[in-house]
């Protein structure tokens, strides 16, 4: 029977990640009491969720062959200009929008580049990173600027339905909808073919410069509705807001299969991998683990994934020579 090893792996990520997943919580049950706690699984999720609010984005803009390493720094900015905003006398919900605005604008501008100019995800996106958060330092400088309106405060800190803040809320449907437009609409099969090779989409027909500003729109758009949640959640604003949060967003997508060089990943394997890395950290937090050491071990975790699967591929080349030389 042939065996084609990258295959295998790729079908069977999922399963490999759900038996990591297991592991984690029984680790985490074991070390901690207090791990299955209602109040406990509220915070795995609450402390962390416009980071995966974002992935959902992340996720497309990566299967697309692309990376857009500014969503934190955008985040950041829309936190920071409502801040900004309100302090002036601005009304809320004029801040709120304005931030949402911004966020559309700089996914415009990195699709620009991007899709029309033709310049590099990576440099764009770098640039974006650091000027954004650039202009956020600007608005606020070294402060930090609270005192929000309490209905405000209410929507990041509260239960909106049952025991779901609007957060939760907010990501489960999103997450219905990426995972329809991408696994069964037709704008998710020119994300798909446009990652696995630009040019023969183009050939086909598909407009992949649309297709490529619409992803990046829609992530500027998905990280200032991010930076509004962590707002409301945080109840005050600093220009280092949502620093650093690039690491996990990218490390949960890649980690949930997506391929790094596009055309390959499912939501499956995308929220398997959100409850693992969010279970790791809650479990390194209960066990008082610092913060540098979680960026080490969330690090490590980037490498495996990406790791993984190349030397998947690497082996199955190597079965494949092989096979060929015993046939002569």
Not at 310 to 318: H, R, T, V, W
């Amino acid at each position: 029977m042939q065996v084609n090893l990258k295959w295998e792996v790729l079908k069977r990520w999922e399963t490999l990640l759900a038996a990591v997943l297991f592991i984690v919580v029984v680790f985490n049950i074991t070390q901690s009491p207090i791990f299955l706690r209602a109040d406990n699984l509220t915070n795995l999720f609450s402390l962390h969720i416009e980071k995966i609010i974002i992935v959902l984005a992340m996720a497309l803009i990566i299967i697309n062959g692309e990376i857009d390493l500014s969503v934190a720094s955008v985040m950041g900015l829309s936190a920071c200009l409502i801040a900004n905003l309100y302090e002036q006398g601005i009304s809320i919900e004029i801040a709120m929008l304005c931030a949402l605005g911004a966020g559309i604008l700089c996914g415009i501008v990195s699709g620009f580049f991007v899709a029309y100019v033709g310049l590099p995800s990576l440099a764009v996106t770098l640039a974006g990173l650091i000027g954004y958060r650039g202009l956020a330092k600007m608005l606020i400088e070294d402060r930090s600027i609270g005192n929000f309106p309490e209905w405000f405060n209410r929507l990041g800190q509260q239960p909106l339905v049952g025991s779901l803040p609007l957060s939760l809320i907010i990501f489960f449907v999103l997450f219905i909808v990426v995972a329809v437009a991408l696994h069964y609409a037709a704008f998710g099969r020119y994300v798909f073919v446009i990652g696995n090779n630009r040019e023969s989409a183009r050939y086909s027909g598909v407009r992949v410069r649309q297709v490529k500003m619409t992803l990046f729109i829609i992530s500027g758009l998905v990280a200032s509705l991010a930076g509004i949640l962590i707002a409301a959640r945080l109840g005050a604003v600093r220009a280092s807001t949502a620093e650093g949060f690039e690491l996990d967003i990218i490390t949960i997508v890649l980690l949930g299969g997506v391929s790094v060089f596009g055309g390959k990943g499912t939501l499956v394997g995308v929220a398997l991998s959100i409850l693992v890395v969010l279970c790791l950290r809650n479990g390194m937090n209960l066990l008082s683990i610092t913060g540098n050491t979680q960026s080490t071990v969330i690090g490590i975790l980037l490498i495996l994934s990406v790791l993984i699967p190349n030397l998947a591929q690497d082996f199955q080349s190597i079965w494949k020579r092989r096979r060929l030389n015993l046939r002569e």
